[in-house]
């Protein structure tokens, strides 16, 4: 649904980086909420399973039945104890927080804060402003709707890059 036209005018396209802006915080948030509701969608596929097991085909049954418990427990294990959502309240507040701080103190004279594989930076000077990795945004892919799809179904979103490591600091 987020890779849709209307859903991505004010982005650019993929893989090029992301500015940060108040646009960039609603999709986070919305790729939250399309996460959690997945749950929903789980509802009706194990609905429609259980239909037909009773009156239809019981191997489609069955099949519906083992996607849609596959896909739940997956999404219950984030609140259990395994890795959280890529998406989450906490990435929104990181994000709008980084904003802000370049607007009290920035990093060089015209900052453009930017999104890239394995970091928030400034475009202008390249200072590395937060080492958070960015997840997958929802926007078209340019290897086609087949392999972006697949992509997906591997990574569920997660960023396929880790964060920049942390400078080592010598001590003499």
Not at 100 to 123: E, F, H, K, Y
Request: proline fraction near 9%; charge should be positive; aromatic fraction near 10%.
């Amino acid at each position: 649904m987020t890779r849709a036209k209307g859903f991505n005018i004010r982005f650019p396209p993929h893989p090029e980086p992301v500015p940060l802006s108040p646009y960039l915080t609603q999709r986070v948030l919305h790729m939250r909420a399309f996460y959690w509701l997945s749950f929903v969608l789980g509802g009706l596929v194990l609905a429609f399973g259980a239909a037909s097991l009773r009156w239809g085909s019981p191997v489609f049954g069955f099949g519906l039945w083992v996607a849609a418990t596959w896909m739940v427990l997956s999404r219950l294990q984030s609140l259990i104890g395994g890795q959280p959502a890529p998406w989450t309240k906490a990435l929104a507040i990181e994000l709008q927080t980084v904003m802000d701080q370049t607007r009290v103190s920035s990093c060089c004279g015209n900052p453009a804060l930017i999104w890239r594989l394995q970091s928030i930076d400034c475009g202008s000077c390249d200072a590395v402003l937060s080492r958070t990795p960015r997840p997958d945004l929802g926007r078209p892919r340019v290897d086609g709707r087949l392999a972006g799809t697949l992509r997906l179904l591997i990574t569920d979103g997660y960023p396929l890059a880790e964060p920049l490591a942390e400078p080592v600091v010598q001590e003499e």
